[in-house]
């Protein structure tokens, strides 16, 4: 079995690869060719715990991915100066069920959920935009910053979060990296974040929306990635109301998000009008359909990105020769 930690985890997932895998990996759940069940959780009350499991069976035309995510979410662990939440990855074979990797979790679906918005940008957004938004600077800003730039030639990225140290060390750490330009500027407010930007991504895990629909250009692409319960809202009912709506899950999104479920219960949108992402790259339905409209796309993430994504990790990491291989 190979184990991969969270640095050899990024080196075996390049963000360009991640992507193509994401399109491939919604195209398979929304044509039926992916076993997605809903995930199980245990609550482990007298240490404030929570686990959830999340197994997933992709039967792509080119190559099939069988695996299995971990997520303990503990929340007394910051105050014994330990990360809130952990997870792993756990990659069998789909041909004979073998335990293939053991991976890190964090790094793969902070890696994977950026590759799914760079799938949505790339279906979604104007092709010839120049300029981004971030709401947030915490790690899954970082990737969703890394996604649009790998599929969009971007020369100007404004980034706004509360806490103005934070986004300072996002500007520090990503100017220049890969695709990302040098170009990197930090934002008084989402106001200003938002007045030139053709695409915006909001990675924070806010109750209440970050911006204001009135500060959106005409046009414009958002990504939201951060609430992940009905009782959080990044992106305003108004905006939501007047986008093309897609989202990764039909199912998840409407179960999971306070960005769709507001909305839905004000009788702004209806559950016919929202497409999965899938869809659109299949062709299937339409995507953008003038040049003024907003489109918005929701990821609550599913667990056929992490047995895909984990599927190309292990992959890469043993083309590249990463990793520990031990004997089970």
Same mark, same amino acid.
């Given at each position: 079995?190979?184990?991969?930690?969270?640095?050899?985890?990024?080196?075996?997932?390049?963000?360009?690869?991640?992507?193509?895998?994401?399109?491939?990996?919604?195209? &398979? @759940?929304?044509?039926?060719?992916?076993?997605?069940?809903?995930?199980?959780?245990?609550?482990?009350?007298?240490?404030?715990?929570?686990?959830?499991?999340?197994?997933?069976?992709?039967?792509? +035309?080119?190559?099939?991915? #069988?695996?299995?995510?971990?997520?303990?979410?503990?929340?007394?662990?910051?105050?014994?100066?330990?990360?809130?939440?952990?997870?792993?990855?756990?990659? #069998?074979?789909?041909?004979?069920?073998?335990?293939?990797?053991? #991976?890190?979790?964090?790094?793969?679906?902070?890696?994977?959920?950026?590759?799914?918005?760079?799938?949505? %940008?790339?279906?979604?957004?104007?092709?010839?935009?120049? %300029?981004?938004?971030?709401? /947030?600077?915490?790690?899954?800003?970082?990737?969703? @910053?890394?996604?649009?730039?790998?599929?969009?030639?971007?020369?100007?990225?404004?980034?706004?979060?509360? +806490?103005?140290?934070?986004?300072? &060390?996002?500007?520090?750490?990503?100017?220049?990296?890969?695709?990302?330009?040098?170009?990197?500027?930090?934002?008084? /407010?989402?106001?200003?974040?938002?007045?030139?930007?053709?695409?915006?991504?909001?990675?924070?895990?806010?109750?209440?929306? *970050?911006?204001? +629909?009135?500060?959106?250009?005409?046009?414009?692409?958002?990504?939201?990635?951060?609430?992940?319960?009905?009782?959080?809202?990044?992106?305003?009912?108004? %905006?939501?109301?007047?986008?093309?709506?897609?989202?990764?899950?039909?199912?998840?999104?409407?179960?999971?998000? /306070?960005?769709?479920?507001?909305?839905?219960?004000?009788?702004?949108?209806?559950?016919?009008?929202?497409?999965?992402?899938?869809?659109?790259?299949?062709?299937?339905?339409?995507?953008?359909?003038?040049?003024?409209?907003?489109?918005?796309?929701?990821?609550?993430? *599913?667990?056929?990105?992490?047995?895909?994504?984990?599927?190309? &990790?292990?992959?890469?990491?043993?083309?590249?020769?990463?990793?520990?291989?031990?004997?089970?």
């Amino acid at each position: 079995m190979l184990i991969l930690n969270a640095s050899e985890v990024a080196q075996a997932l390049p963000m360009a690869e991640a992507i193509e895998a994401m399109q491939q990996a919604y195209i &398979a @759940l929304s044509t039926g060719k992916a076993d997605v069940p809903l995930r199980s959780r245990i609550s482990i009350e007298a240490a404030e715990g929570l686990a959830l499991f999340m197994p997933a069976h992709l039967q792509a +035309d080119e190559e099939a991915a #069988l695996a299995i995510k971990v997520v303990s979410i503990f929340n007394r662990n910051p105050s014994r100066g330990l990360p809130l939440i952990h997870a792993a990855v756990l990659v #069998l074979d789909s041909a004979t069920g073998v335990v293939e990797a053991l #991976l890190e979790g964090g790094s793969l679906t902070a890696i994977r959920t950026g590759a799914g918005s760079g799938v949505a %940008t790339d279906l979604l957004a104007h092709r010839d935009v120049k %300029t981004a938004a971030i709401l /947030g600077a915490g790690v899954q800003a970082r990737t969703q @910053l890394e996604a649009v730039c790998a599929v969009r030639s971007i020369e100007t990225a404004w980034v706004y979060a509360p +806490d103005a140290a934070s986004v300072d &060390a996002f500007i520090a750490a990503m100017k220049g990296q890969g695709p990302i330009p040098s170009d990197l500027r930090a934002a008084s /407010g989402p106001e200003q974040a938002l007045k030139d930007a053709d695409i915006v991504c909001a990675a924070t895990t806010s109750s209440t929306p *970050v911006f204001a +629909d009135s500060h959106l250009k005409p046009g414009a692409h958002v990504n939201g990635v951060g609430s992940y319960a009905t009782e959080m809202q990044e992106i305003p009912a108004e %905006t939501v109301a007047r986008a093309l709506v897609a989202v990764d899950s039909r199912a998840a999104a409407l179960a999971e998000c /306070g960005d769709l479920g507001v909305p839905l219960s004000e009788g702004l949108i209806t559950k016919s009008a929202i497409a999965e992402i899938g869809e659109i790259a299949a062709g299937a339905r339409p995507g953008r359909g003038s040049e003024e409209q907003i489109t918005f796309f929701k990821s609550v993430g *599913v667990a056929v990105q992490d047995a895909a994504a984990g599927q190309l &990790a292990v992959r890469n990491a043993r083309r590249l020769g990463l990793g520990v291989e031990v004997e089970l």
